[in-house]
């Protein structure tokens, strides 16, 4: 039997996937790192704990499913996004902690860059935002100290992971276009954007095609010999590629900490004024294809806060079930902007809001109200991309929140639309560890059609929608 070896790297934790030579899921291994929270709200992660959370998780998963290592013939990556850090290319230590993409510090740097805003977005097809690694990686020049004159890297966690693993400076197309430095109509790191953020176009790493060989690695001794790393993808193009999106039209949304909603375009990129943004699914083949995307700061996270902050929930678990038992015809909406406002509104200044409580509102109500901001945020990014001409007939989804029944009937009936769950529920890792698999042989170029898939069929009329996202509207307005 052979194996497929693949790290997830996700915002709260590494997981380390194996699959076998069907493309089944043979066994994981998890290990969460910390999230590093100051009193401003900047959100940090140790890059040397996710390494070393990376190999540990590996050998985890080898102990925990009697693999036999010699088995493994390569490996891949899905990470985090939009997630940044610099490092000493000479020493391989970062100068300073990661900067998560859910954090906003670097939003001074794009104000002071506004005027740019058109220009970027005609280059890169992303709005002007501290969301994106470029703005970070500017704050970082510009705010650590005795960094002048060494030689550095600047990368997000898939490089990162690459080059503690290969000593190879290297990324893949679906990262790079997630930057706001790589111009995705020539296919290249744009040196004018480069030089708007203070950022070295030497820093930034050789961007490949996803499926190109970045490299070999024996994951520091815990392999007996060394493999190819054949697939990089960013998590949500690697959830993509895993539900069997690669045709225009087709989309899905990842339900995680935050979520994506991507569509894929096909081969020219779509260039949206509707507070969308295009992006590139991948390169593989020797083609890329073009998405459009809408990213959503909390969405899994909205629960976590209710179970942690709020203390209305012993699980996050128990959330589907408390909010089924609410009052249905409560009307208390929670708008999640606790680091700003993602798409489509872009407004990383605003604050969250609880707002049409009425004296019966309890405990279910708020639940009821957390949960559903999860399914009116995607509503509101899938009605963005409707502006744009996609005309979607189902949505794919994926992550951890998708096991919550109440919150996936919802989503259906918000929007109008089936939608399809897979049985599994790893499909950042799965995705990246198909592109490897083909890449390298094991497997076949159509097994990421394969999937059963549980469907959600929409249940309410569209006066019961319009009535629920009128006052949704109403909610996020009081924000705007």
């Not at 949304?253 to 295009?278: C, D, E, I, K, L």
Request: charged content about 20%.
């Amino acid at each position: 039997m052979k194996h497929i070896l693949s790290i997830d790297q996700s915002t709260s934790g590494t997981k380390a996937l194996l699959l076998d030579e069907t493309g089944a899921l043979a066994g994981r291994a998890d290990l969460p790192h910390r999230q590093i929270i100051n009193q401003q709200g900047w959100v940090s992660h140790d890059p040397m704990e996710i390494y070393q959370n990376t190999i540990m998780a590996t050998r985890n998963l080898l102990n925990s499913t009697g693999a036999d290592s010699t088995s493994i013939v390569a490996m891949s990556i899905s990470n985090q996004r939009e997630t940044a850090l610099i490092w000493d290319r000479d020493t391989g230590e970062p100068v300073a902690d990661a900067v998560v993409w859910q954090c906003g510090r670097a939003q001074p740097i794009c104000e002071r860059l506004e005027s740019h805003a058109e220009t970027i977005r005609q280059k890169t097809g992303l709005r002007l935002s501290p969301y994106f690694p470029a703005a970070k990686w500017a704050w970082i020049l510009e705010n650590t100290p005795d960094i002048s004159g060494r030689s550095l890297c600047a990368g997000t966690i898939d490089s990162w992971l690459v080059c503690k693993l290969t000593g190879q400076h290297k990324t893949d197309y679906s990262n790079a276009s997630r930057s706001q430095l790589f111009n995705i109509n020539t296919l290249t790191w744009d040196e004018s954007l480069c030089h708007l953020f203070g950022v070295d176009p030497h820093m930034l790493p050789e961007v490949c095609m996803s499926d190109s060989c970045f490299g070999e690695t024996n994951m520091d001794g815990v392999l007996p010999h060394k493999i190819p790393i054949y697939g990089v993808l960013g998590d949500s193009h690697g959830a993509l590629f895993g539900q069997g999106c690669v045709e225009p039209g087709m989309g899905k949304a990842t339900y995680g900490t935050g979520s994506s909603v991507m569509v894929n375009v096909g081969q020219r990129p779509v260039f949206s004024g509707n507070g969308v943004v295009t992006s590139l699914a991948w390169g593989m083949g020797g083609k890329v294809e073009y998405v459009l995307e809408g990213n959503i700061n909390y969405t899994g996270s909205v629960i976590k806060w209710v179970v942690d902050s709020l203390g209305l929930l012993s699980s996050s678990k128990e959330a589907g079930t408390v909010a089924a038992g609410a009052n249905p015809e409560d009307d208390t909406y929670l708008v999640p902007a606790f680091t700003g406002l993602g798409a489509p509104h872009w407004k990383s200044d605003a604050k969250a809001i609880l707002c049409g409580m009425s004296r019966s509102t309890g405990r279910a109500e708020i639940v009821k109200a957390a949960e559903e901001s999860i399914g009116y945020q995607i509503a509101d990014v899938i009605d963005a991309m409707r502006c744009e001409g996609v005309s979607l007939t189902e949505l794919r989804a994926d992550g951890g929140p998708t096991r919550d029944s109440y919150l996936m009937q919802f989503q259906a009936d918000i929007l109008g639309l089936s939608v399809a769950v897979p049985e599994r529920e790893e499909l950042s890792g799965i995705g990246a560890g198909y592109c490897a698999g083909i890449a390298c042989g094991l497997y076949p170029s159509d097994i990421n059609t394969r999937a059963e898939r549980v469907v959600y069929s929409p249940k309410k009329d569209k006066a019961w929608r319009e009535k629920r996202l009128d006052g949704w509207k109403n909610a996020v307005n009081m924000l705007l």
